[in-house]
């Protein structure tokens, strides 16, 4: 009997995990809580679930008899879905609440780096606009960031004093991001990188190298996104970088966790700022990247189903080394009018079918009205292809994106144009 899974999520994410899963050799049979109408063309789907929703999904996934949950957005990790569904006697893929509090507070993540040794900013915690700006000084540029969960928003890179005093008073005054403390942080200098690591609660292992692209506009400028694209992998950063990397980053942390009773299972993300002194940690993320993954499974060429489940055991991952294909991956963002302001819903998305079969587009932000799929979120389709070169599939992914049109689109046209330019 084949291996039943629940994906849990909405977005452009689930989607590429539903996508990679039905690509095992297994032949799995999918469904995803609360899923999209993009996800629900590929497999079940259970809308009427929120993936806030904890008690629900355990619920379901025992009506389903699922054998595994993959659990994808960052809330119900931190809310601990996990740790409810080992409860239930159900494996889950992902973290413990405890070990989530890794990208559930930066306040904790940063006293765990500093524990096992990981190299990170310089920051202080602050809980007034006045002791924000007593700990800035005169130190500009400098980074601002809410302790929680900000769908990726809740970052502020202040060039003045003036924007300093702004975000601070949206963080503490306003709590746009919750009520907790805000991180005043050191601006690093260098080029970003994100390395997600499987881990099985003693081991990380290293998947392919990605970069992603946070602001709204080419050029790195305007406000931060939760990723307007993404590339893989990335050039410089081969196989020997990556092991050399998470020895230094991620595995630290896991057995810092392990000794402290909270053993980390699941996908260990690091977003990594390359400086003229080695490898810093910006963040760390408990889950699979948006949009980052939509770049990395493309070319994964490992069993998903046999490595999610072994990661879920302890020790589970001591034989496996993840295969990639040697080929690049490109994944353009295709974001709504407002957007990360706001966003716009309703207009009509027209082009999909014209899109090259050979081009991968997963679903984030849409909804079907009348038989036609319109906006309905901040992000709303990702485009993704694969080619021999990031040239290739540049252009390949730019080709499906220019397919595909709504009123208000927005999209960044810089995309792997580094690694173009590189290679």
Known sequence: ????????????????????????????????????????????????????????????????????????????????LCDALAEAGIAAFGPSRAAAQLEGSKAYAKEIMAAAGVPTAAHRMVETVAQGIEAIGAKYPVVIKADGLAAGKGVVIAEDQDQARAALEAMIVDRQFGDGPVLVEEF???????????????????????????????????????????????????????????????????????????????????????????????????????????????????????????????????????????????????ASRGYPVSSSSGDVISGLAEVASDVEVTHAGTACVAGEFVTAGGRVLNVTALGVSPSAARDGAYAGAEMIKFNGRQLRRDIALRAVERA
């Open 188 to 334: 690093l200098v260098g080029e970003e990188l994100s390395l997600l690591a499987l881990c099985d609660g003693v081991r990380a292992v290293p998947m392919a190298p990605a970069q992603d692209y946070k602001r709204i506009y080419d050029g790195d400028l305007g406000p931060n996104t939760g990723g307007m694209g993404s590339y893989s992998p990335v050039v410089g950063i081969d196989d020997a970088r990556c092991a050399e990397i998470v020895a230094a980053v991620h595995q630290p942390v896991v057995d810092l966790l392990a000794a402290r009773g909270t053993p980390f299972h699941g996908v260990l993300y690091a977003g990594i700022m390359l400086t003229a002194d080695g490898p810093s940690v910006l963040e760390f993320n408990t889950r699979f990247g948006d949009p980052e993954t939509q770049a990395i499974l493309p070319r994964l060429r490992s069993d998903l189903v046999e490595v999610l489940l072994a990661a879920t055991q302890t020790g589970g991952l001591a034989e496996v080394e993840l295969e990639f294909d040697d080929r690049w991956a490109v994944t353009v963002v295709l």
């Open 1 to 80: 009997m084949a291996i039943k899974i629940m994906v849990v999520g909405g977005g452009g994410r689930e989607h590429a995990l539903v996508r990679a899963l039905l690509r095992s050799p297994q032949r799995p049979t999918v469904i995803c809580a609360p899923g999209n109408v993009g996800i629900a063309a590929d497999v079940e789907v259970l809308s009427e679930i929120s993936d806030g929703d904890v008690d629900a999904i355990v619920t379901a996934a025992g009506q389903h008899a699922i054998d595994l949950v993959v659990v994808g957005p960052e809330v119900p990790l931190v809310a601990g």
